[in-house]
């Protein structure tokens, strides 16, 4: 359970790093005011200033941010001074007029400055993904090629509810080593092995030998004589895989083929499931919120480290599909407002931004409360 907070922090922490990192950076180079640099939303707990930027832990761990001078539109005045202080430094837009002011900069290095975020992500997914190549990466193993692969193994890769398997305490990721009953012990080399011992002993209570991460454990189960159909005796259903690994140039090439593979895959399963929402009313899938992370961290980290560098890839992935969705308080969003600023020749009006960016938000942090509660309901 220690363990699984820790990674589960740890990927936490560096998606949100890699991301607030490239707002940072592009900011930089633009001449932009960086006013903070954080890591979780406030309130603050620690933080201390170097050069013009405050460097921050902050209380609530499910984000980050990078404060740009100018990047938010200011709020109304709520005193006399205060409302000559702004008639002197900002335009009619509301916004600063100093150089150093996000909104200042061309349309282009804004948009650089809000989509380096997404960059950095994917960038940060390619980097993951050529290291698990390097490393091994799993790989289903095609029949008369074992000699290419090294750990072969018959893995679990799917558990129906209530089945014997699930019943019995058995985990997606299990390896099967052995089947007994009785003194009749049998080996498990292949897939047929497993379904013809138990076509053999259905009905009697057997004893499983698998692996899991580093343990070896044994499991007591009873093969269903008459199963539901498609679910088989035990429940599972299983996979010939092995580890695979590449030079690292090949590894570099192959972390990048992953990477839009990946990032096409669930871009398409993004619009399936807002289409099917839309139009059906109905959701398609499963959604997951910061526990439902959590609770998948704590599967992956019993398969092994390269099993969890596929997983904050994959999740670094899916935070940058999220973000360039043109939603408010996204970056998405923000780019969608510079497309409208240069369509119309100027900018949005600070307040209709500021209410748009703020609903928006609301929305998000609404639908954040209803998934964790979902991801609770389903953990308890």
């Known amino acids: 359970m220690i363990l699984t907070i820790i990674v589960f922090l740890l ?7 890699a991301h607030e990192l ?8 633009a001449g932009a005011r960086v006013e903070e640099f954080g ?5 603050r707990i620690f933080g201390f200033k170097k050069g013009e930027t405050t460097y921050s832990i ?26 000559a202080d702004k008639e002197a430094t900002e335009g009619e837009t509301g916004r600063s007029k100093s150089s150093h002011a996000f909104y200042n900069k061309p349309i282009w290095q804004r948009a650089i400055i809000l989509v380096m975020g997404v960059v950095m992500n994917l ?23 074992e000699a290419n692969y090294r750990n072969v193994q018959i893995q679990i890769v799917e558990i129906a509810k209530n089945s014997p398997a699930e019943n019995a305490g058995i985990k997606v990721g299990d390896s099967i080593i052995s089947l ?22 259905s009905g009697q209570e057997i004893s499983m030998e698998i692996k899991r991460g580093d343990e070896t454990i044994i499991k007591n189960l009873t093969p269903r004589v008459d199963p539901p159909k498609e679910e088989g005796a035990l429940g599972i259903a299983m996979s010939k895989t092995g580890l695979v690994s590449y030079p690292w140039y090949t590894a570099i090439l192959k972390g990048f083929e992953a990477t839009g593979k990946l990032a096409v895959t669930m871009i398409t399963m993004f619009w399936l499931l807002i289409k099917t929402l839309l ?8 959604v997951a ?30 935070l940058a599909i999220i973000n360039i969705l043109p939603f408010p308080a996204l970056d998405g969003g923000r780019l969608l407002f510079l497309l409208i600023e240069k369509i119309k020749g100027k900018p949005i009006k600070a307040k209709t931004e500021r209410i748009a960016n703020s609903l928006g938000f609301a929305v998000l942090i609404g639908l954040m409360l209803v998934v964790t509660l979902r991801d609770v309901i389903k953990l308890f």
Not at 11 to 17: E, K, M, V
Not at 123 to 135: D, E, G, N
Request: glycine share 10%.
């Open 58 to 83: 902050n209380a609530i761990p499910l984000g980050g941010f990078v404060k740009i001078f100018g990047e938010d539109p200011p709020s109304p005045s709520t005193s006399a001074k205060a409302t």
């Open 289 to 318: 919120g910061p526990v439902g992370i959590a609770m998948l961290t704590s599967q992956v980290v019993h398969l092994g480290w390269v099993y969890v560098l596929q997983f904050a890839a994959i999740l670094s992935i899916n």
């Open 180 to 201: 007994a009953y009785g003194s009749e012990k049998t080996q498990i080399k292949e897939i047929e092995d497993v379904q013809k011992f138990i076509a053999f002993h």
């Open 123 to 145: 960038v940060l997914a390619v980097v993951l993904l050529s290291i698990v190549h390097m490393l091994g990466v799993p790989t289903y193993v095609e029949q008369g090629q």
């Open 279 to 286: 139009l059906q009313g109905k959701m398609i899938g499963d």
């Open 39 to 43: 890591f979780g939303f406030p309130p």
């Open 22 to 29: 490239g707002h940072f950076v592009s900011a930089k180079k």
């Open 11 to 17: 990927i936490l922490g560096l998606l949100i790093f």
